[in-house]
């Protein structure tokens, strides 16, 4: 325990594993250089040493970008998909532009049945690669052992 009394799950910044003998970081809240903006999630190809020296600057060393919108309200859980769309087309259009294509994806914890119907399309097309409502434990599964195995 931290002398603050916080505990350290609540300051983490991030976590690092290896997969295959290749460096994985996971780092939450990030604003990431090439897209000007803050990215919930960002999954990268590197150690955290190597990313740190790198700058979070490199957009070859992204495997993932992801937007996280909680909230359990039924009636603003459009609101939250519209606002992770436009930051999810942001980050797609600045990676393109720098020659790159990291995957994407969505979690959030209240999806409504227009909005299922508007993230399948998302997927459908190649838009997102992944999705998960945090509320529902075997999508939340699916969807860490696919960044675990990026």
């Not at 903006?37 to 993932?64: G, I, T, W």
């Amino acid at each position: 325990m931290l002398k603050d009394g916080y505990e350290e799950e609540i300051l983490l910044r991030g976590i690092s594993w290896q997969r295959n003998g290749n460096n994985r970081t996971l780092i939450f809240n990030l604003t990431v250089p090439l897209v000007n903006n803050n990215v919930d999630l960002c999954l990268f190809s590197l150690s955290p040493e190597e990313l740190e020296a790198a700058n979070y600057a490199s957009p070859e060393s992204y495997l993932a970008l992801g937007e996280l919108k909680g909230g359990i309200d039924p009636a603003g859980a459009d609101e939250h998909w519209k606002t992770a769309r436009t930051s999810l087309e942001r980050i797609r259009e600045a990676f393109v532009k720098a020659g790159y294509s990291p995957h994407t994806f969505f979690i959030g914890t209240a999806i409504e049945k227009k909005m299922a119907g508007e993230i399948w399309g998302e997927l459908e097309n190649g838009n997102l690669s992944n999705a998960a409502n945090l509320n529902e434990e075997n999508q939340l599964a699916s969807i860490s052992r696919w960044l675990c195995a990026l």
